[in-house]
């Protein structure tokens, strides 16, 4: 063989070698990385139905929020995609919701069903129906049960006290629980008197850690000393009603604060939850439902309209200030110690006035019952 | 020699595109090896934050509808004792139940009250010494994740977090952690 003619066409083969090797590199990797994009594109669209679905129901709880009463259907642009909202009050709206056989019954009262239809690259007709459009798409339902919260929170005496066998620790003669009625300017109230400190049995053992020149610093209905037996109250399950609607929130086991609690001044009342025990330090103004799950302490200033639920030990502790409540105080009683410590200038009494404003402005809410994503 | 045999190219010639080709091939390798390299790099990047993503996805889907009074754990390194969940306590295993609607004037949840409650937990094999991520539910257990490490979960406020240390395969263990509003009381 002409050895010449045995080189002819070499460089070809292996240029030919050559880019067959990396066109099946670049069109592997091409496949995989379509594949990604696809994978990542519909993840992102799910998402983003979702996302909207969320946002609309989180809409509806904003405006029911500001107009418990408020019904019908609604839509949400985020640009892109979209939610399509509606709310229905299960009181009148001729169905069985609750599948017990029975069409707008008392449980259905005050209920409300938010159907939030979230969608991304989904376009509908005006038939309702999903036109079919060559791009990813999805879309996603959030269903959300709520009931509409109703106070009706009331008082037998100014301070009331789960166990009658509670030991108080009275300090020095600074001090008034009062059952009369006072409204929040300090006025006289329209009520007659309730006791200043109700318990749930004989009240005998109350009385007698009060020194003689102590008794009449616990004025109202019977006194003084104003001590009486009334009826007793399921204060776990008010408390655990009312937690759901706190607007703050301190999360435990055991915070410190000092600062507003509500606006006392143009009484505008909250819900106020603390998940452990809690100190109120410096100087401390409230108006609304104080919910403490301990003891709370109460060392300097202190101003509130409203009512107190503890279910531990309630402490005003001498010094900083006066403490000054208009409306009630419950409490369970401390794990151990002493239950209740009055010291320094503390003045509590009971005004239904200020129970009523917490009544009639904290009403009226919704709570979330079920959250749901289909 | 006959003239048309000294047609065609030279050994220079040859030797020349040779050099060409080979320069132009090894940087085509090059490139491509870089572009691999990368690629596997985006794909260690994205198998990551695809890791968390799927994992809050997950979480979110078992339990956006879980009670919050109904959560329970066994608390990290304290025995096998289930308590309610206390707020900014590290538990290693969660019990809970949904709330999946409202019937005959009551709330309902899954697992029905008086059943076992759902856990989510971490299992270790015996043999291998590999953990799962095991949500067990009525008897029946599936897993979650795999190659897990440790799992802890806390509440603070309304908000569950849940962080799982996973090994990855490829480089250190990584830790993801998703936090979940819980927003059925």
């Known amino acids: ?374 | 020699m006959n003239r048309r045999l000294q047609r065609g190219t030279s050994l220079l010639e040859v030797s020349i595109s040779t050099a060409i080709l080979a320069f132009l091939v090894f940087a085509a390798a090059h490139a491509s090896s870089v572009a691999i390299s990368t690629a596997d790099d985006v794909n260690v990047r994205d198998a990551t934050t695809g890791g968390e993503r799927r994992n809050a996805s997950r979480f979110e889907g078992q339990l956006l509808s879980v009670s919050l009074s109904s959560l329970q754990g066994i608390p990290s390194n304290q025995g096998v004792a289930v308590e309610p969940m206390l707020e900014k306590v590290d538990y290693q295993e969660l019990q809970f139940r949904r709330v999946v609607g409202y019937e005959k004037g009551a709330i309902t949840y899954e697992p029905a009250l008086g059943t076992a409650a759902a856990r989510l937990y971490r299992s270790v094999d015996p043999k291998s010494g590999y953990g799962t991520l095991v949500l067990e539910n009525r008897g029946q257990s599936s897993t979650l994740l795999s190659d897990v490490r440790s799992v802890v979960f806390r509440l603070v406020d309304s908000t569950l977090t849940i962080e799982v240390t996973t090994g990855s395969g490829h480089d250190a263990p990584i830790t993801r952690t998703t936090n979940l509003v819980l927003r059925v009381p």
């Open chain 1, 1 to 374: 063989m002409n050895p010449r003619l045995s080189r002819r066409g070499n460089a070809l083969l292996l240029a030919l070698g050559a880019t067959t090797t990396l066109i099946v590199a670049a069109g592997t990797l091409l496949v995989a990385v379509t594949q990604e994009r696809t994978a990542t594109e519909q993840s992102m669209v799910n998402a983003q139905a979702r996302d909207a679905s969320t946002s609309g129901a989180e809409d509806a709880l904003a405006r029911l929020s500001t107009d418990p009463k408020f019904e019908g259907a609604f839509a949400v642009d985020m640009g892109g995609s979209t939610a399509d909202v509606t709310v229905v009050d299960w009181t009148d709206d001729g169905v069985d919701n609750d599948n017990d056989g029975t069409k707008d019954e008392a449980d259905e009262e005050d209920m409300i069903l938010v159907t939030s239809t979230g969608r991304s690259n989904e376009t509908l007709d005006k038939n309702g129906n999903l036109i079919d459009l060559p791009t990813r798409h999805a879309h996603s339902v959030t269903e959300v049960i709520l009931r509409r919260t109703d106070l009706n929170l009331a008082a037998n005496q100014a301070v009331y006290v789960d166990d009658p066998a509670a030991l108080f620790k009275f300090a020095g003669t600074a001090f008034l629980i009062s059952g009369n009625d006072t409204n929040m300017d300090g006025s006289k109230g329209p009520n007659a008197a309730l006791p200043g400190i109700g318990t749930v049995g004989n009240p005998a053992g109350i009385i007698s850690q009060l020194k003689a020149t102590q008794k009449d610093k616990v004025i109202g209905d019977g006194g003084p000393p104003s001590v009486a037996k009334v009826t007793d109250m399921d204060l776990m399950t008010t408390m655990d009603f009312l937690k759901p609607l706190a607007t703050k929130v301190f999360g435990g086991p055991s915070d410190s604060y000092s600062g507003d609690l509500g606006d006392l001044k143009n009484e505008k009342p909250i819900v106020v939850h603390a998940k452990g025990s809690l100190k109120l330090n410096g100087n401390t103004t409230g108006c609304g439902i104080l919910i403490v799950d301990g003891d709370v302490d109460f060392n300097g200033t202190f101003d509130f309209a409203g009512i107190i639920y503890a279910s531990g030990a309630i402490r005003f502790n001498g010094g900083g200030g006066g403490k000054n409540l208009r409306g009630a105080l419950f409490t369970l009683g401390a794990v151990s110690g002493d239950d209740i410590t009055i010291n320094g200038s503390v003045d509590l009494r009971y005004s239904s006035e200020a129970i009523a404003l917490v009544n009639e402005q904290l009403s009226g809410g919704v709570e979330v019952l079920s959250w749901r994503r289909k």
